[in-house]
C-alpha cells in the first residue's frame, strides 16, 4: 500500500511537471506571438507615415557653392522636391526659372539649399540687360506685318535676317547674318506657353549678337530694309550666300553696250605752197 502512494506521488509529480512545462511553452509562444504582431503593427504604422501622400513642390538649388557675383544658369542648377508646407514662398521653382536664369547672386548659396529671389540681383524682375553674356550685345530691329512672321514670332526663336538694297533692275537681296537668337518680341522676353494660340502684334524683335554683327545690322537698317526669316531651333546648317537680283528673278538681262564706232581721223596731204626769199643775196 505504502508503494502504491509512492508511485502515485511520482505519477502526480511528472505529471506536473509536463503540464508545467507546457503552459511554459503556451505561454512563451503566446507571447512571442504577441510580441511580433505589436512590432508588426508598429512597423505598419510607421510605413504608412512614410508613405502618406503630400503636395510636392519642386524647386531650384545649386548644384555646387556659389558666390556672390556668380551667374545663375542651367549647367549649375539643379531640381529638388520639397513638401509644400515646407517650402519658402520666395523659393524659385521650376516654372519660373527662367525668369532667374541670367542673373548675378548678390549673396553666396550652398550646394543644396533653395535658391531664393532675394539672392538674386534683380529679384523677380531682373534688369534686361542681365540676360546677354558676357560679350555679346542685344540689339532692336524695326520688323513689319510680314518679317515679324504675321506675329507668331516668340522669344527663343532663331531667325536670319535678309538684306535688300538697291533700285531698279540692280536691286539686289542677300543674307546679312544667319541664326540669330530672339530674346524679345516687342517688350515679350518670356515665351508664351498657353495653349491658345493668340496673334501678338508688334513691330519690333531684340536680337542677341556679337559687337561687329550689331554694326552690320545698324548700317544695313538705315540704307536698305531687313527680312526676318524663322529657321527651326534644331537646324544650323549655313545658308547660302548666293545673291539675288530683280534681273535674275525676272530673267531679264541687262542692255548690252553696243560699242562705239571707231573714228579714224586722216590728215590730208599737205597742199604745194610757193617759197619766197626776201632779202637774199
Known sequence: ???????????????????????????????????????????????????????????VVPSINLSRGDIVTEHVMSVREIPEQYVDTHSVTVEHFQTAAGQRLDFDIDAGAALLWAHLEGGVNPTFSGKVPDGMRALTVRVDEINSVSGFLQPKDRIDLLFTYGEGNAKTIRPLIENLPVIATGIQTMVDKSAQTVHRTFNTITV??????????TLAQQIGTLTAVLRNPEDSSPTSDARITLASLTGESRPTRQPKPRVVVTKKPSEPAIEFIIGGR
Open 1 to 59: 500500500m505504502h508503494q502504491l502512494k509512492t508511485v502515485d506521488r511520482s505519477y502526480r509529480s511528472s505529471l506536473g511537471r509536463v503540464v508545467l512545462f507546457l503552459v511554459s511553452i503556451g505561454l512563451g509562444t503566446g507571447g512571442v506571438y504577441f510580441a511580433n504582431q505589436y512590432i508588426q503593427s508598429e512597423l505598419s504604422a510607421y510605413k504608412k507615415q512614410f508613405e502618406k501622400t503630400e503636395p510636392m513642390v519642386e524647386v
Open 208 to 217: 542677341q549678337l556679337r559687337p561687329v554683327d550689331a554694326k552690320k545690322v
